[in-house]
């Protein structure tokens, strides 16, 4: 991995580079501030919309730093994501205790499907719980 630019190459073209991922967390961040009454995609109020874009962001939040040096969309770069993620914890406490991925088993999926990726290290992933004991 090239971590400035690019996931992987397949015969000399780049896969996915780091801007179309900047693009698409800047879109996803822009439709969670058309609601300024709440912090879901809706609103106040957790929508389907909300259960459909869980695990994309979930996943996006903790496997991007991995692979992008500065690419965190659990920052104020990304402060509306960053709302919502915390809103999810929060204010759904099925999500934050049973379903939400740890940053071992993330970075476990990460290893095993792409073991020719070299991952960003030292990376510290907010937010996220630890392996539970």
């Known amino acids: 991995i090239f971590r400035n630019q690019k996931i992987r190459e397949r015969d000399g073209e780049v896969i996915v580079p ?4 900047q693009v698409c967390l800047e879109e ?8 300024d009454d709440g912090p879901f995609f809706c609103g106040r109020d957790i929508t389907a919309a909300d259960i459909f874009w869980l695990p ?3 996943r996006l939040a903790a496997q991007l730093p991995l692979l992008y040096e500065g690419l965190e969309p ?20 099925c999500y934050a205790c049973m379903v939400k ?12 499907f ?9 990376v510290t992933i907010p937010n996220l719980p630890r392996k539970r004991t």
């Open 18 to 21: 780091k801007f179309k991922f």
């Open 28 to 35: 996803i961040d822009e439709i969670l501030e058309e609601y």
């Open 56 to 58: 994309y962001l979930e």
């Open 74 to 93: 659990r920052s104020l770069d990304y402060a509306a994501i960053q709302e919502w993620l915390d809103a999810m914890d929060q204010e759904i406490p």
């Open 101 to 112: 991925g740890t940053v071992e088993t993330w970075q476990q999926i990460l290893a095993k």
């Open 114 to 122: 792409h073991p020719e990726l070299e991952l960003v290290s030292g």
